[in-house]
């Protein structure tokens, strides 16, 4: 179970981060369940890309960047570095935002005084502590979240008109198209982020895969990413009891836990916190983490969490520079959620160029041998590429025409 906990840190850190979990709520509240097939897609292309850059990791000892400078030559890698590395920023920017605001909701304590705590925290967590044990300790304690899943069971539920949204979604009434779109963007980019993969695949070559742990890579892609989906989907239809029916407008991280305190009162509330917290921090350390592997990969410097700073320097700094601009830019006052959904939305804007020089080299026989992909799963790789193509073509129009989904 314990090797399980990479694919179950990236799922908790990757899908279930501070914008997801405000969005759920949001989603929820203005939508139900007519959402949840953006999830369900989103959560599908994960696991078929994950798995590639797992296999292609662990067989052609290659990352997900190593793989993208091959592949669309160094002018064009170079324009997915900066992308990547800015969203990178800025996801970490949202998370140390989001734990701060964790803190704040279990101290009374305003969040801006948490935040540079909370940066130095997730910088110390990346320097100190081992990588199984970052892994481990955050991917467990974030199955706290099941207390969502506890809630949903207590509280009142039409089923009947869930399971109708869940298998014919349409816009609901008083909702336009293009909000209802522009939230279908949000939860697909923030299931496929184009960091998770660089964290999964760089993560494998921390730990060592080889051909001998494909097993192991392919249960952490079947396992860790649909527990990330399923989570969401919980949340999103928790909140539906209490807020839908008011129409009430989810704006803060507080309100998420409305659910869990009126099923559970303050036992509820207090393990939702900790599942929050778990997710958010891991989230802020694998951006970090993300900006440091993606730079020091092109960059051909030595990388590694395992290694002491002397050995990567490079690499620590780009890490250390990510969270030092995280948290001045947290501390100017920004809305910590308002910044997650920009950062999941230009994230599904740069998905291709990312995904698709991954999917060649999972054909590639000189790298991969006999674990190239089959037919069946270059079908379906195919099928959401054209799929993400659409939605990164569409993702900032849309930021631009609904307000953010204001």
């Not at 969203?87 to 734990?99: C, F, K, P, S, Y």
């Amino acid at each position: 179970m314990l090797k399980l906990a990479l694919g179950v840190m990236t799922a908790i850190g990757g899908f279930v981060d501070i914008g997801n979990i405000v969005t759920s709520g949001i989603t929820g509240a203005r939508f139900g369940m007519t959402l949840a097939w953006a999830v369900v897609f989103g959560t599908a292309a994960m696991i078929i890309y994950g798995e590639m850059a797992g296999r292609v990791a662990a067989v052609g000892r290659r990352t997900v960047f190593d793989v993208i400078r091959e592949r669309l030559g160094v002018r064009v890698a170079l324009g997915n570095l900066v992308a990547t590395s800015l969203l990178a920023v800025l996801t970490a920017t949202a998370e140390i935002g989001g734990v701060a605001l964790v803190l704040e909701l279990f101290t009374g304590v305003p969040y801006l005084v948490w935040v540079p705590v909370v940066g130095l925290a997730v910088w110390l967590s990346i320097w100190r502590l081992p990588f199984h044990l970052l892994e481990s300790v955050f991917g467990l304690l974030g199955l706290a979240l099941l207390v969502f899943a506890a809630a949903l069971a207590v509280l009142p539920m039409d089923w009947s008109s869930v399971w109708h949204e869940i298998v014919a979604p349409s816009v609901p009434a008083g909702q336009t198209l293009p909000d209802w779109l522009f939230y279908a963007i949000s939860l697909i980019g923030a299931c496929i982020v184009p960091y998770q993969v660089i964290f999964f695949s760089s993560g494998a070559r921390e730990e060592g895969w080889g051909v001998g742990q494909l097993r192991v890579a392919r249960l952490n892609t079947l396992v860790g990413f649909p527990l990330g989906g399923l989570l969401t989907l919980i949340i999103m239809a928790a909140v539906i009891p209490l807020l839908r029916p008011g129409t009430v407008q989810v704006t803060q991280l507080g309100q998420v836990t409305l659910p869990v305190a009126r099923a559970f009162g303050a036992v509820g509330v207090i393990l939702s916190l900790i599942g929050f917290f778990a997710c958010i921090f891991a989230a802020a350390a694998e951006s970090a983490l993300s900006a440091g592997y993606g730079v020091a990969q092109f960059f051909g410097w030595s990388w590694g969490k395992w290694r002491r700073r002397e050995e990567a320097p490079r690499f620590h700094l780009v890490c250390l520079a990510t969270l030092l601009v995280a948290t001045v830019a947290m501390l100017t006052g920004i809305d910590p959620v308002t910044v997650t959904l920009f950062s999941v939305v230009l994230g599904a804007a740069a998905i291709p160029l990312t995904y698709f020089p991954l999917l060649v080299v999972a054909n590639d026989r000189e790298y991969l041998g006999k674990y190239v992909n089959k037919r069946w799963q270059n079908g379906l790789a195919m099928l959401v590429l054209v799929v993400m193509l659409m939605v990164s073509v569409a993702a900032i129009p849309l930021m631009i025409v609904t307000r953010a989904g204001q």
